[in-house]
């Protein structure tokens, strides 16, 4: 098995809305990571995981949260988004964040913001 | 700053052709992994193939091989006997030390056609 499942697949919230995306994976890998990915430009990197503590946030704005509950599954909690927040959000996992370990993408949440 | 380089924006390849993907980077870790990713319109990142610093052949997966040049920093992409399906986004990925971390980081992307 070598999927990342991401939920939902497409997402539509309003402004002043909370939200959750979802990411799992049953791979046993300790290292898990949220990118956002705008229309014709790669993914960039928003924040890594790695044994389920926070390693590293790219300055991030705090509208977005994530959450590492064990080591199966990732979110990042919404809040108060803006419509420039909209995006492909990609969840990737990899056995470890160093050297060679290649990193699973799931398939993405499209989020639009209204 | 962005340390993977993909010069083609764009490529178009008649089918059955093989087709080069460019990719340079620049990092000051001696030790890094240099990864191709394959992302259709669906969205989802595919996974293509892998090349370490130490490796010292070049990584081949069926009808993908990576040419890798280290003392030049190219990891180019190398598709032979192009499909139709192959037409989709291309991006080279390193994970090393990048702005002092443990990052894995993406190229601008290559779209690549496949033409009929």
């Known amino acids: 098995d070598t999927e990342v499942t991401q939920t939902p697949k497409h997402l539509v919230m309003g402004m002043t809305n909370k939200k959750s995306l979802k990411c799992e994976q049953h791979?046993?890998?300790?290292?898990m990571y949220w990118y956002k990915q705008k229309a014709k430009k790669p993914p960039e990197l928003m924040f890594v995981y790695s044994y389920e503590k926070l390693s590293i946030n790219e300055s991030v704005p705090s509208r977005f949260s994530p959450e590492c509950p064990n080591s199966s599954l990732l979110n990042l909690h919404l809040h108060a988004l803006q419509p420039e927040d909209s995006a492909l959000y990609l969840c990737a996992s990899s056995l470890t964040d160093q050297g060679s370990t290649e990193a699973f993408f799931g398939q993405g949440t499209r989020l639009t913001v209204v | 700053a962005q340390k993977i380089t993909q010069t083609q924006p764009g490529m178009f390849v008649q089918e059955k052709e093989a087709v080069t993907l460019d990719c340079t980077y620049d990092?000051?870790?001696?030790?890094?992994?240099l990864f191709w990713y394959k992302q259709p319109s669906s969205g989802e990142m595919i996974f293509l193939i892998y090349q370490g610093s130490y490796d010292q052949q070049n990584a081949t997966e069926g009808r993908y091989s990576l040419n890798f040049q280290k003392a030049r920093k190219s990891a180019n992409l190398v598709i032979s006997a192009s499909q139709l399906g192959d037409s989709a986004m291309y991006f080279c990925a390193m994970r090393g030390i990048i702005q002092g971390a443990q990052k894995l980081v993406f190229g601008q992307g290559t779209r690549l056609t496949i033409n009929p």
């Open positions: 990092t000051s870790d001696p030790s890094y992994g």
């Open positions: 791979m046993g890998h300790r290292a």
